[in-house]
């Protein structure tokens, strides 16, 4: 094998190598992606709940498996991340409204990746099949030279052991 076919293989095998870990990535994001989309629906959900009159004896969950039971006025707001840590406090409806685009910008992106994912899932294959070709011929050129070679021997000749004429001991012996 030439020296150029062994620096194509190792290209091709870096290449795989980066672009299956870019592709964890990206499953990686997307998981994260997904958890935080999940988390604001829940939030949505539990906001839409609250009916226009308030609530009383609302269970609100601190974490943890700990709830906090409140009462809920009807004209109360929420305290909402408005961006950079800050946080304002916006009615219900405002609330409501903000985490519903939060939901479909999530979305979009989530969508954005998963083709960005499946096209980089292609490269990956193709990558990954024109390195096992490569392979594959030059496994078959070694073949074929091995083939066309005279077979040798397994068995390695043994040196014929030679003694000296009389009693002494030799490091052959």
Not at 58 to 74: C, T
Not at 121 to 148: G, H, W
């Amino acid at each position: 094998m030439s020296d150029t076919e062994k620096d194509n293989l190792q290209r091709l095998a870096r290449l795989v190598e980066i672009n299956r870990d870019r592709l964890q990535k990206l499953e990686s994001q997307l998981q994260n992606l997904e958890n935080i989309r999940i988390e604001q629906s829940h939030a949505l959900d539990a906001l839409m709940s609250i009916s226009q009159n308030g609530a009383k004896d609302a269970m609100i969950p601190l974490g943890a498996g700990v709830q906090i039971i409140a009462d809920i006025p009807a004209d109360s707001g929420a305290v909402i991340d408005i961006g950079s840590r800050v946080q304002a406090e916006k009615t219900r409806e405002e609330a409501a409204e903000i985490l519903k685009k939060r939901n479909e910008e999530i979305i979009s992106i989530i969508e954005k990746i998963k083709i960005d994912y499946q096209e980089l899932e292609k490269q990956v294959v193709l990558l990954a099949t024109e390195f096992n070709e490569k392979v594959e011929i030059i496994n078959q050129d070694v073949e074929d030279t091995a083939s066309s070679e005279p077979q040798k021997s397994l068995e390695p000749k043994r040196k014929s052991r030679r003694r000296k004429r009389g009693t002494e001991l030799t490091l052959d012996d």
